[in-house]
């Protein structure tokens, strides 16, 4: 039983491309997050939803839309692909929005050719 | 200066050593602390919460210093299987509640 699943867990595409990833939590959390991890490894957080409505947007370019149908779901959209989003992808969740206890799935590595 | 900064190691330590990590941030006013770690291709996890007081959990020793601004973990009586990224994270409560992560102190635990 995966408190927090991503599906795929590797995606291959072309620049260009339009790609979608999936995140679901079993653990009845208000809140999710998408975080990106880059070659150099910094952890940086993309969006936070509570409840399905968006908390936090941080400055990332409008090809990335985050959409949460329900509060256990939070899928993440990039349209046009490029190198630079060349990445990992974690999903996360807390209890409430803020805590610092979130826990992450497995993470989606993304690679752009 | 950056939000959250450490010293990215590598720290090559022999099995049963104590090993120490700080970390650094740079706003005054973040009010919780966290030491996440994290295996090599995998999801970080939370190790432990930092509080004022310090605190510690079997083995691990988290310490803050809110005049200083920096974080402290020590590992003692080390295993092979600490051998991980530990990363240093920091609630930026002004900013929404975001956590910030540090780019993490890679920690080797040798036989």
């Known amino acids: 039983d995966t408190a927090v699943s991503q599906t795929p867990k590797y995606l291959v595409t072309q620049m260009g491309n339009d790609k979608s990833i999936k995140c679901e939590q079993n653990?009845?959390?208000?809140?999710m997050y998408w975080y990106k991890q880059d070659s150099k490894k910094f952890l940086k957080i993309m969006f936070s939803?509570?409840?399905?409505?968006?908390?936090i947007n941080e400055t990332v370019p409008n090809r990335f839309s985050p959409k949460s149908p329900d509060k256990a779901h939070l899928n993440l959209h990039i349209n046009s692909l490029e190198l630079g989003d060349s990445a990992v992808y974690f999903c996360a969740s807390s209890l409430h929005h803020g805590l610092g206890e979130q826990y992450f799935g497995p993470g989606t590595r993304l690679t752009v050719t | 200066r950056k939000e959250v900064e450490q010293d990215p190691g590598p720290f090559n330590v022999p099995e049963g050593a104590t090993v120490a990590f700080n970390c650094t941030y740079s706003n005054s006013a973040s009010q919780s602390f966290f030491w996440y770690r994290q295996d090599c291709r995998k999801e970080p996890k939370l190790l432990m919460s930092?509080?004022?007081s310090g605190n510690e959990d079997g083995r691990f020793t988290a310490q803050l210093n809110r005049a200083s601004q920096y974080i402290s973990l020590l590992i003692r009586d080390s295993k092979l299987s600490d051998s991980a990224t530990y990363l240093c994270v920091v609630n930026m409560a002004e900013y929404g509640n975001k956590l910030v992560f540090g780019a993490g102190t890679i920690l080797r635990v040798k036989s």
């Open positions: 939803y509570n409840n399905k409505e968006l908390i």
């Open positions: 653990l009845g959390h208000d809140t």
């Open positions: 930092v509080y004022s």
